[in-house]
């Protein structure tokens, strides 16, 4: 079911920009694995094998119980892989893969490349745009927003909406290059992100299905996105979710990367630190709500993580909601779900056991996915 947001009443509590000094403090206490109900000895183990290197290039490692920190771990890693060779790209992209001043960390500092864990928090700006009366709903059509924009000819782009562009279902081909695997050079991400106007790139691509039909994951998607947030609430994504969310839960360090032509890089340009996104998790874990202030509209986050694309694909079991993938279902009701990120980036939240997992590292092999439910929530007692 898709909700008409507001700010008012039930589950759709209040959403004024609190007071950000009143609600910065931590909202954890840290505690042995055993005080929170996990099995110490499992817990423990886990952390040495990422200490190892035996799940790939880790560099941090947050998990979070009810209110109560468990682990907090960093990594050094002996190396990082390069996941994508652009050393050698004529004109060498701004923010290029290969780089190590941008991958995985931002040099200098503990900003932490996020990669698409930034789509999800892009989902969150969306809901309380729409609470804040910039944004009319979900199934506005995109065309709206494209205003002196030049679009493909193709009419299919006339019915496209915001929420086809949320569920992944926008009919954009993205199709990448026949026999390639994986992001590569040519891949139709990498050449967005090599142009110096993505959103023209974006809306110059032809459709390959009619939007709301079929689910395939297109970066383009979510710089539609951004941009039609910019275009609603007359600022970029960055400068209003620095008031609205950063502040007020106490993320005082935080990177946004932006395109050439300044545009807010929704799609993976997003840098926190472990512990800034862990806030992040916590806050989606109660609601919405960040120390008693309701700041992203309690239904919307129950809606965004609602799996509106119950499979994304045969021999799965993965689901889709508003950017943030389902991982786990009981009775049509989303129980686990996660923000995942190229390169190993994780958010992992789990209802039931109110659990919040941070991995963070740079390695593509994948390792880390798995752990949240096969090791983290099964060490529980």
């Given at each position: 079911m898709r909700l008409i947001l507001t700010c008012l009443g039930g589950?759709?509590?209040?959403?004024?920009?609190?007071?950000?000094?009143?609600l910065r403090p931590e909202p954890w206490i840290a505690v042995?694995?055993?005080?929170?109900?996990f099995d110490g000895g499992a817990i423990m183990a886990l952390v040495e094998e990422l200490r190892r290197g035996d799940h790939g290039a880790v560099d941090h490692f947050i998990l979070i119980r009810d209110g109560q920190k468990v682990v907090d771990e960093r990594f050094q890693p002996a190396g990082y892989r390069t996941l994508i060779d652009q050393a050698g790209s004529s004109p060498r992209p701004p923010h290029d893969y290969s780089h190590p001043s941008w991958h995985p960390y931002k040099e200098g500092t503990e900003l932490h490349s996020l990669q698409s864990v930034t789509k999800s928090v892009t989902s969150l700006a969306v809901g309380m745009a729409i609470a804040d009366g910039a944004l009319p709903g979900v199934e506005v059509p995109v065309a709206n927003y494209l205003e002196g924009v030049e679009v493909k000819d193709d009419p299919r782009w006339a019915e496209l909406t915001l929420f086809d562009l949320l569920t992944m279902q926008s009919g954009i081909d993205w199709t990448p290059p026949e026999g390639s695997r994986g992001y590569t050079t040519e891949h139709p991400t990498l050449r967005?992100?090599?142009s110096d106007h993505w959103l023209p790139f974006v809306t110059a691509r032809p459709m390959?299905?009619?939007p709301g039909t079929e689910f395939e994951y297109v970066d383009g998607a979510?710089?539609?996105?951004?941009?039609?947030?910019?275009q609603a609430l007359g600022e970029r994504?960055?400068?209003y979710l620095e008031r609205r969310l950063f502040d007020p839960i106490g993320i005082e360090g935080w990177y946004w990367k932006t395109s050439p032509a300044g545009e807010a890089d929704t799609e993976g340009g997003l840098y926190l630190s472990a512990e800034g996104l862990a806030r992040i998790g916590v806050l989606v874990l109660d609601q919405g709500r960040w120390n008693g202030a309701q700041l992203v509209p309690a239904g919307w986050i129950m809606e965004s993580t609602s799996a509106h694309v119950p499979q994304i694909g045969p021999g799965t079991t993965l689901g889709y909601g508003y950017q943030w993938w389902i991982r786990r279902q009981e009775g049509g009701v989303t129980r686990t779900f996660a923000a995942f990120g190229f390169g190993g980036q994780l958010l992992l939240v789990d209802r039931g056991t109110r659990t919040v997992a941070v991995l963070l590292g740079w390695d593509d092999s994948g390792q880390t996915a798995s752990l949240f439910p096969?090791?983290?929530?099964?060490?529980m007692r």
């Amino acid at each position: 079911m898709r909700l008409i947001l507001t700010c008012l009443g039930g589950l759709l509590a209040a959403c004024s920009t609190p007071d950000a000094d009143a609600l910065r403090p931590e909202p954890w206490i840290a505690v042995a694995p055993e005080d929170a109900g996990f099995d110490g000895g499992a817990i423990m183990a886990l952390v040495e094998e990422l200490r190892r290197g035996d799940h790939g290039a880790v560099d941090h490692f947050i998990l979070i119980r009810d209110g109560q920190k468990v682990v907090d771990e960093r990594f050094q890693p002996a190396g990082y892989r390069t996941l994508i060779d652009q050393a050698g790209s004529s004109p060498r992209p701004p923010h290029d893969y290969s780089h190590p001043s941008w991958h995985p960390y931002k040099e200098g500092t503990e900003l932490h490349s996020l990669q698409s864990v930034t789509k999800s928090v892009t989902s969150l700006a969306v809901g309380m745009a729409i609470a804040d009366g910039a944004l009319p709903g979900v199934e506005v059509p995109v065309a709206n927003y494209l205003e002196g924009v030049e679009v493909k000819d193709d009419p299919r782009w006339a019915e496209l909406t915001l929420f086809d562009l949320l569920t992944m279902q926008s009919g954009i081909d993205w199709t990448p290059p026949e026999g390639s695997r994986g992001y590569t050079t040519e891949h139709p991400t990498l050449r967005m992100e090599g142009s110096d106007h993505w959103l023209p790139f974006v809306t110059a691509r032809p459709m390959r299905t009619a939007p709301g039909t079929e689910f395939e994951y297109v970066d383009g998607a979510t710089v539609l996105v951004g941009h039609i947030l910019e275009q609603a609430l007359g600022e970029r994504v960055d400068a209003y979710l620095e008031r609205r969310l950063f502040d007020p839960i106490g993320i005082e360090g935080w990177y946004w990367k932006t395109s050439p032509a300044g545009e807010a890089d929704t799609e993976g340009g997003l840098y926190l630190s472990a512990e800034g996104l862990a806030r992040i998790g916590v806050l989606v874990l109660d609601q919405g709500r960040w120390n008693g202030a309701q700041l992203v509209p309690a239904g919307w986050i129950m809606e965004s993580t609602s799996a509106h694309v119950p499979q994304i694909g045969p021999g799965t079991t993965l689901g889709y909601g508003y950017q943030w993938w389902i991982r786990r279902q009981e009775g049509g009701v989303t129980r686990t779900f996660a923000a995942f990120g190229f390169g190993g980036q994780l958010l992992l939240v789990d209802r039931g056991t109110r659990t919040v997992a941070v991995l963070l590292g740079w390695d593509d092999s994948g390792q880390t996915a798995s752990l949240f439910p096969e090791r983290i929530l099964p060490a529980m007692r």
